[in-house]
């Protein structure tokens, strides 16, 4: 355990602790401190992330560091082992970054139903499990963090979220934790079939052993059963259905961890789970995941091109850009995982922001559908109807932002893939995702027009001046602004970090 | 700080000021402008360095770890960037100044003007790239100014539709440009442009794969500069403000497609097929486009069919490796046309339309604006001894040189081009005659404004006229022009050690054969409209007939895209959301046991409920097809 390995046990502690004290403050004093204390819990976590990412050694981000490694329950052969390497820690600041700006957010702007003490706790607890879940070195660890996230997450969509004409909140809520308790259940039969060839569940072990001591049958089936259940919180094609009806319901902070955090746990889990212990495995079965990933794109572009309601629409365009995610993964090559992991945090970023944006614009009109929103935001509130076309630009993966590095290595990876895999059916692959990015400029420029654009005097009546961005929205939403513009000028800034662990995991580099 | 920095960034820092200080229109104006006009000091030094000594120089700035390929965030300077740099800073400083007085009172005025500072930036970062990755983060970005400034009005329907469909358009040739890239830098192993300049020599790749990257490149160009079969979105793309269409629309972003395959001009002659595909392609875009222009009524979609035009001819002149007339065509081109749209922006700001019908006897009212775009139509036709004349005349005669040299891979495209190009300066001669003649002479329009424009919009339009004039001069020395392109050559020692060497001179003078030729079919153009117009003082375009509404639509290209792409798409998409429903929802959330819920997911596409049969039908397919393929592979 090295010196600095208290970092990550803290940054699970403190927003643990939070969690519990905002919980126990009794009473009405409770409920009027819950807010702040939130955000300053929220706040101490990413002081915690910064100081973990100051205290990585960047030379080495292919090794793990900043380890903490204890036996827990010897008799179950679990330890209670952390690390972070070049891949999760990106993952860890996204997250504590995203958390900490919701918090923030919470302060001023609560969804309907009151309880702002339940609600701050469950935030804390949600992050908790998220940022164990990126931090995790035992599969058993990883499995219990990944299953706490789904608790906080079906209370905040249950309680704080909103009844849709599709469905109510309470089934959105239901399908979300059915989908993902089915799909968490099928990823532990892989882990115990993986256990079982190898006596392990010790992340960093298998990761070396990369595979031994499995037969390529048994590779597979633990495969198919990881994969199969982290497609579901993908989400893949066709086990996206929960989404949609999740992310409509959520409120606005629920959606902006569910897309930006959350949906990163099932690509990261591909990433640094199945391709390290079963590669064979992962080799067989990698083109049906690319082949679904490149479905997913054109399948989210399509129900995209048709929606008519914001926050369904930027769902499904979840869909289409972890289909970029999956692709990346599937060519097993370094361009295609770096593309991903890129994908990933710039996914987290941007979708992070089009989901903020669109809850203020929701708030602000009581409806997120385009009928509800009207036309011509450029004018009624000219800063929101610009972050909002921003977002949509950097979403559409325009060069320069954040969103065109992942999607340019992942079709490069596709371009080329590893020499185990259908080149023929890869360089398909990449065109049919090509023309995903076609469409998925169409339809966001489309709902850039019907929002942002139109005649002013169609803009909804009772509505012809809003508030423009509030100081908290400003606040909140800044940071993922300048990041999306770093991060698209300075690819070296996160490759630096991901392509050292990509090199290890593959075997490629020193 | 390198000059290539500082041109990229200087801009770009204007575009930031202007985008995040929201400052009053003044404010905003300093900003735009100054930034403007340093940039253009900036280009003007190193141009004048580069007519003096030369300029060539690489410089990398940080590597982009990918573990596949090698992208650098590399930089150069060289005769060809120093050459499209200074046009590029020239028409941006004159569109700023001159757009302070026709935009100044619009509101929106600050963004407009930050976006056309982040535009110059993106498309200096094109010119001075030495990446293609870097290259392309350029590209795209002019894009998204485009999209942004081409809706600059989107309270009106066409504005909001143009700016969409000029980006989604070029979008489309831009994935298979990247596809293009990635297919040269892999192929390669190497993304540096003057890395793979240095690799022609020996064998670069295999001469198929070479043809087919080359043409993905291609479709970025043909979408970029406009050209068949991508071509639909700058006519439409006039319904932004002027000052944009004369910068972004004429002078240089959809310069940037023939830029692009001058920049990679090794590569593409190594792929002889390629460039014989652009020549033929160039050449029906030329004249296609040249009969167009004929008979529109909006004087903007005249210039930009006329745009679309002379693009094409750099095209052409590139595909049949007369690659100096090409990049002389675009330098003469870049200053003559942003003359003529801003000209027609002062005409639209007084008469207060669009509508050629409407407007005529301007000559009296608007004498510099007469004299400035006479000059302009001049050099588009190729008038001695304005600089179109000139530019146009090396194309001829490079054409004409292919022919003779048999350099060409196939004898008949050379011939292709001459004649097709010769065929449109008679229809560019009478397109610009009718212009003129309906603008400026005829019966009186009513204008708003009965006055000539601002200084602002007359100090801009007379120093473009001058620049028109100026380059003319520039052509009569026919050794300058080529020597300042590729003063300097990166070149490779024995020893492996690059080295810069002076390139050979290539001349650039008119012919006497195909100067005749062309004036002599000029003044026919020019005199039928001139005749067809004096009999009955109509618009010269009813002597069409039939033809006129056909031309008027483009020839209909828009229509059949609507019909093969546009509609079947939103049928795609609303099918799409009508069948995206539970699947596997049905069995997780039922109750029972797994066979109860079997049976009910099998009852349920059994007893026809085609969404989730659909879906379950399509999973398979894909698997089915993965599996097949992946086994045909091993």
């Given at each position: ?176 934790i059915l ?64 989404l ?13 961890l ?78 295609g995982?770096?593309g ?52 949509a ?12 590095w ?26 049919l ?43 909140a ?34 | ?122 498309m ?8 293609l ?56 192993g190497?993304?540096?442009i ?39 979105w ?30 990679l ?36 979609r ?183 392109l590729?003063?300097?050559t ?14 050979e ?61 546009v ?8 099918a ?42 399509l ?16």
């Amino acid at each position: 355990m090295s010196a600095e390995a208290w970092v990550l046990l803290a940054m699970i502690i403190v927003p643990a602790l939070g969690s519990a004290v905002v919980a126990l403050v009794p009473g009405p004093r409770g409920d009027r401190v819950a807010r702040p204390l939130g955000a300053i819990f929220g706040g101490i976590t990413l002081v915690l992330a910064v100081v973990a990412v100051l205290a990585f050694d960047h030379d080495a981000a292919g090794t793990f560091q900043l380890e903490t490694d204890l036996s827990w329950v010897p008799a179950l052969d679990l330890r209670f082992h952390l690390g972070v390497d070049g891949i999760s820690l990106p993952l860890v600041l996204l997250t504590a970054l995203l958390a900490f700006l919701c918090l923030a957010y919470t302060t001023r702007v609560m969804p309907k139903a009151a309880q702002p003490r339940a609600f701050v706790a469950v935030l804390l607890l949600l992050e908790v499990g998220l940022l164990g879940t990126f931090v995790a070195l035992d599969l058993v660890l990883f499995f219990l963090f990944f299953e706490v996230v789904l608790i906080p997450m079906w209370f905040v969509i249950a309680v704080w979220g909103d009844s849709t004409p599709s469905s109510t909140a309470r089934s959105a809520a239901n399908t979300f934790i059915l989908y993902t308790l089915l799909g968490s259940a099928v990823m532990v039969l892989g882990f115990l079939v993986v256990h079982a060839e190898t006596g392990t569940f010790d992340l960093v072990a298998l990761a070396d052993g990369a595979g031994a001591g499995m037969a390529r049958g048994t590779q597979v089936i633990a495969a198919l059963a990881m994969l199969g259940g982290l497609a579901v919180k993908t989400p893949m094609w066709p086990l996206h259905t929960w989404l949609p009806d999740a992310h409509t319901a959520a409120p606005t902070v629920g959606s902006v961890l569910l897309a930006g955090a959350l949906l990163k746990m099932g690509t990261y889990g591909m990433v640094r789970v199945v391709l390290p212990v079963v590669p064979e495995g992962t080799e067989v079965l990698a083109p049906y995941l690319g082949a679904l990933g490149v479905v997913g794109i054109l399948y989210g572009s399509f129900a995209c091109l048709a929606q008519t309601d914001l926050k369904r629409l930027i769902a499904y365009s979840s869909v289409g850009h972890m289909g970029f995610v999956l692709l990346g993964i599937s060519t097993l090559t370094p361009a295609g995982i770096n593309g991903a992991l890129y994908a990933n945090v710039a996914h987290g970023l941007i979708t992070g922001l089009l989901f903020f944006v669109v809850g203020g614009i929701k708030d602000r009109h009581g409806s997120s559908s385009f009928d509800g929103v009207g036309r011509a935001l450029y004018a009624r509130a000219p800063r929101l109807a610009a972050i909002l076309a921003f977002a949509a630009v950097a979403s559409l993966g325009l060069p320069g932002l954040a969103g065109f590095w992942g999607e340019m290595l992942t079709l490069l990876g596709a371009y080329d893939p590893s020499s185990a895999l259908p080149r023929g059916l890869y360089l398909t692959l990449m065109t049919l995702a090509g023309v995903g990015a076609v469409l998925t400029a169409a339809y966001l420029l489309q709902t850039v027009r019907r929002v942002c654009q139109g005649p002013i005097a169609d803009a909804a009546p009772r509505r012809s001046s809003l508030e423009d961005v509030s100081s908290i929205e400003a606040l909140a939403w800044s940071p993922l602004v300048v990041l999306v513009v770093l991060l698209g000028v300075w690819p070296g800034l996160l490759l630096g970090l991901t392509d050292p662990a990509v090199a290890t995991l593959l075997g490629t580099g020193g | 700080m390198t000059p290539a920095l500082a041109a990229i960034l200087v801009p770009a820092l204007a575009a930031l000021v202007g985008l995040t200080a929201l400052g009053r229109s003044r404010r905003a104006a300093a900003v735009a402008v100054g930034g403007a006009l340093v940039t253009f000091a900036v280009t003007a030094g190193t141009a004048i360095a580069n007519v003096v000594d030369g300029v060539a120089d690489s410089a990398s700035y940080g590597l982009i770890p990918n573990g596949t390929a090698p992208m650098q965030v590399a930089l150069r300077l060289d005769g060809l960037s120093a050459t499209v740099a200074i046009m590029v800073a020239a028409v941006a400083l004159a569109v700023q100044i001159y757009s302070v007085s026709y935009l100044g009172g619009d509101p929106r005025y600050p963004s407009y003007a930050a976006l056309i500072s982040l535009f110059t930036a993106a498309m200096m970062l094109v010119v001075h790239a030495d990446d293609l990755i870097i290259l392309l983060i350029g590209w795209e970005v002019m894009g998204i100014c485009s999209y942004f400034l081409v809706a600059h009005h989107w309270e009106l329907r066409d504005a909001r539709r143009a700016g969409v469909k000029a980006f989604l358009v070029t979008r489309i040739g831009d994935i298979a440009f990247m596809f293009g890239i990635f297919g040269l830098g892999l192929g390669s192993g190497t993304f540096r442009i003057s890395d793979l300049e240095l690799l022609v020599g020996d064998d670069l790749m295999a001469g198929n794969t070479l043809t087919v990257v080359t043409l993905l490149l291609l479709a970025g160009v043909v979408g970029k500069s406009a050209q068949l079969p991508l071509q639909v979105w700058l006519p439409d793309a006039m319904a932004g403000p002027t000052p944009v269409s004369a910068l972004i629309h004429a002078a240089t972003m959809v310069a940037a497609g023939v830029f692009l395959v001058a920049r990679l001009y090794d590569v593409f002659l190594a792929a002889a097929a390629t460039l014989a595909v652009l020549a033929v392609i160039a050449a029906i875009t030329m004249l296609g486009a040249a009969l167009a222009a004929l008979v529109q009524p909006d004087i903007k979609r005249v210039l930009a069919y006329s745009t679309i035009s002379q693009l094409a001819y750099m095209l052409a002149a590139l595909g049949v490796q007369a690659y100096e007339a090409g990049m002389f065509h675009l330098i003469t081109h870049g200053a003559f046309k942003a003359l003529l749209f801003l000209a027609a922006g002062a005409l639209i700001h007084v008469v207060g339309t669009n509508l050629l019908p409407e407007m005529g006897g301007l000559r009296r009212i608007m004498p510099v604006t007469f004299v400035t775009m006479t000059i302009g139509l001049a050099a588009l036709i190729g008038i001695p001894p304005f600089s179109g004349f000139f530019s146009k005349e090396a194309i001829f005669v490079g054409a004409e040189e292919a022919i003779h040299d048999g350099s060409a891979a196939t004898a008949w495209v050379p011939w292709f081009v001459l004649v097709v190009a010769m065929i449109t300066v008679t229809v560019t001669a009478a397109y610009a005659t009718r212009l003129w003649l309906l603008a400026f002479f005829g019966t009186r329009s009513a204008p708003a404004q009965p006055h000539e424009v601002g200084w602002t919009m007359r100090g801009p339009l007379v120093v473009l006229a001058t620049t028109t004039v100026g380059l003319g001069v520039i052509g009569l020395r026919n050794d300058w022009f080529p020597a300042w392109l590729d003063r300097l050559t990166f070149t490779v020692e024995p020893a492996g050690i690059t080295d810069l060497v002076p390139a050979e001179a290539t001349l650039l003078a008119p012919g006497l054969v195909t100067s005749i030729a062309s004036l002599v079919l000029a003044a026919i153009g020019a005199g039928l409209t001139y005749l067809s117009w004096r009999r009955t003082t109509a618009d010269p375009a009813r002597l069409l007939g039939r033809l006129e509404p056909v031309l008027d639509r483009g020839f209909g290209v828009d229509s059949l895209y609507d019909r093969v792409v546009v509609r079947p798409a939103r049928r795609i998409a609303a099918a799409t959301l009508v069948a995206d429903r539970d699947v596997v929802g049905a069995a997780v959330t039922g109750s029972g046991t797994v066979s109860q819920r079997l049976g009910a997911a099998v009852r349920r596409s059994q007893d026809g409920d085609l969404q989730r049969y659909l879906t379950v039908l399509l999973a398979g397919t894909v698997l089915v097809i993965v599996a097949a393929w992946t086994a045909a592979g091993t």
